[in-house]
């Protein structure tokens, strides 16, 4: 046979777009990362994955993997994996929240978790961070509703919210919500001079530091930024030297070539919009984002919390635990509830909305040559 095919389900997540499996629809998981790749039209050097289902960006070029749990206080495991477009390394390191927005309709509409009444709670357990996400959205006929009144900016319309609690998010890639030990540290990389950063670790590891380290404004918009090599080249040191910082990577080589998705990358500026506490330009795998990435939100506002952060210190205090976030296309508002233990602080909460919907449903199409 030329090609062979796996049952799959195409889904939107937030403002993202995936692949999504049953474990049990997979072969091993040695081949998890061709199959992926060749679904997704991953490497493409025109940067367009025009043979497969990604659409040529990191937040269009996902996959999840949903199976039965392997914990007792979870209805269903989720794997997930970023695919970068020009190279066939598959990152299973650190998870994706506006995917995970789609894993409980997913798990629902499957028949994976029983649902009835107007509403379903479905507790996932992310094999990634080891973490467990609670998703709760509304019912209609016994499946996840779609239309609602909830407006995710970013996507076109309104549709039906889907509430997400990350519990105990700190330390999902590295094991410490402050994986140096401290809120502020200097990376000191080739042409780029000490810079001063804070390298966090809740529900993603994200290394802040304030845009103007890197003579920005910190309104720049995704397009300038991507037009601009200088700024790339810059973040992307960065992002390798706090990889290994952080501890994802034993050196740079090991970060630019294996860790390509992680850390994420949070430019920092006072907010230019009433009503929010801190601007924010992110990029991931390279790219800037146009929205705020979920996980990377979260990160941001839980260090607006502790002391001593370079967020915390860019920044305008909230008085709550919701953190108004300004992206280059709207706000996200999220909730961090962080505790204080003696001298140590612990995140025992994130919480944001997003939206979901199943895009098609079939088989998806991978040569056979790819998985020899």
């Known amino acids: 046979m030329d090609q062979i095919s796996f049952a799959a389900v195409y889904m939107r997540g937030g403002t993202s777009r995936a692949l999504f499996f049953r474990q049990q629809d997979l072969p091993e998981r040695a081949a998890w990362d061709a199959v992926f790749a060749a679904a997704l039209g991953t490497p493409d050097p025109h940067g367009r994955q025009l043979d497969g289902m990604g659409g ?15 914990r007792a206080d979870a209805d269903v495991d989720y794997t ?13 390191k650190g998870n994706c929240g506006n995917i995970s927005s789609a894993v409980g309709p997913y798990a629902v509409d499957e028949g994976l978790v029983p649902a009835q009444g107007d509403s379903a709670t479905v507790r996932i357990h992310n094999t990634n961070t080891g973490k467990i996400i609670v998703a709760r959205f509304p019912l209609a006929g016994g499946k996840a509703a779609v239309d609602g009144d909830f407006v995710l900016q970013g996507v076109a319309g309104a549709g039906a919210p889907v509430r997400l609690s990350f519990l105990d998010p700190g330390g999902a890639a590295t094991g410490r919500l402050l994986p140096t030990g401290r809120p502020r540290d200097t990376l000191a990389l080739a042409g780029l001079g000490p810079i001063e950063v804070s390298l966090v670790d809740a529900a993603n590891p994200v290394v802040m530091l304030r845009a103007a380290s890197l003579g920005l404004r910190g309104d720049e918009t995704p397009a300038a930024m991507s037009a601009d090599k200088a700024l790339l080249a810059a973040c992307e040191q960065l992002r390798c030297g706090a990889a290994v910082a952080m501890g994802l990577a034993s050196d740079l080589q090991e970060a630019a070539e294996r860790v390509r998705s992680l850390p994420l990358v949070a430019l920092l500026s006072e907010p230019g919009q009433p009503g929010c506490h801190i601007r924010v330009r992110m990029l991931s795998s390279g790219q800037p984002h146009l929205a705020t990435p979920l996980t990377g939100g979260m990160c941001v506002a839980a260090a607006m919390h502790v002391e001593g952060t370079v967020a915390r210190g860019v920044g305008l ?10 992206h280059p296309t709207g706000t996200l508002r999220v909730g961090a509830r962080v505790l204080a233990r003696g001298a140590a602080v612990e995140v025992a909460e994130t919480a ?17 040559s790819r998985l020899r």
């Open 56 to 70: 040529g960006i990191s937040s269009l070029s996902k996959v999840a993997v949903i199976g039965p749990p392997s």
């Open 80 to 92: 997930f994996a970023q695919v970068p477009v020009d190279a066939a390394v598959v990152q299973y």
């Open 352 to 368: 944001v909305y997003r939206s979901a919907r199943r895009l098609m449903d079939g088989r998806v199409y991978v040569p056979a």
């Open 317 to 326: 205090r909230p008085e709550g635990e919701d953190v108004c976030i300004e």
